[in-house]
Structure formats: C-alpha cells, structure tokens
C-alpha cells in the first residue's frame, strides 16, 4: 500500500529552523515529482516548494526563495524540507504529495498522493 507520511513539524521562534521530512512506503519517491504545500488558517492550500524527477528540476513560492531547501534522501526514501530564518507567516500544516508523472504541476489535483500533514507553528 502507498503511503506518504510527514515528520518534523513543532513550534519554532521567528528566525529559527526546522526541517520537515516526506517519507514514503510501498513506492519509491525518486519515480515522483514531491511538492510540499502548506495551509494557513483560513486560507486556500498553497505550493510551497517542488522537486521533479524528469529533470531535477527544483521550485520554490516567492516568498520561501532563499529560505527553504528542499531536498531527496533516497537512501530513506524520503524528501527534506529544510526551512530557515522561518516567519510567523510560514505557519500552517505542511503537506507532501507526489506526482506519478515526475513533473512538477501546479495544480493540487494533479498529485496523486498526499500525505496527513504535519503542524509548522512560528511564534514568539
């Protein structure tokens, strides 16, 4: 059975670090483009960051550019989300989902797998 499962999510102060890690079972999650989303309270679900497996190609959202890393660690079949000098703004559940066509879409529905999310919350 295919599954997606995020880890890594907490509390964290503004300008702090933490990373979040996407990690999959029953398949192999370099076959896939992985993107992480994330939700806000009260507001739709946003791309944040993507990595293809067509041609490495790698995305970031305007305003984690220079901020967030995202990453593949095949050897635990996984994908990293490195997120540094974080915002009260980046808070929210964090999602991964995975696109069987390797390519990074755009659009939420395109992913055919997603995982339950993990709670990212920057405060003082």
């Known amino acids: 059975q295919m599954h997606l499962a995020e880890s890594g999510g907490g509390l964290v102060q503004p300008g702090g670090s933490l990373k979040l890690s996407c990690a999959a079972s029953?398949?192999?999650?370099?076959?896939?483009?992985i993107k992480w989303f994330r939700q806000a309270p009260g507001k739709e679900r946003e791309g944040v960051s993507c990595i293809s497996s067509s041609d490495g190609r790698i995305d970031y959202v305007d305003s984690v550019k220079g901020r967030f890393t995202i990453s593949r660690d095949n050897a635990k079949n996984a994908v990293d989300l490195q997120m540094n000098s974080v915002k009260t703004e980046d808070t929210g559940v964090y999602y991964c989902?995975?696109?069987?066509?390797?390519?990074?879409?755009?659009?939420?529905?395109?992913?055919?797998?997603w995982g339950q999310g993990t709670q990212v919350t920057v405060s003082s």
């Open positions: 029953g398949f192999t999650l370099d076959d896939y483009a």
């Open positions: 989902a995975a696109e069987d066509g390797g390519t990074c879409e755009s659009g939420i529905y395109e992913y055919d797998y």
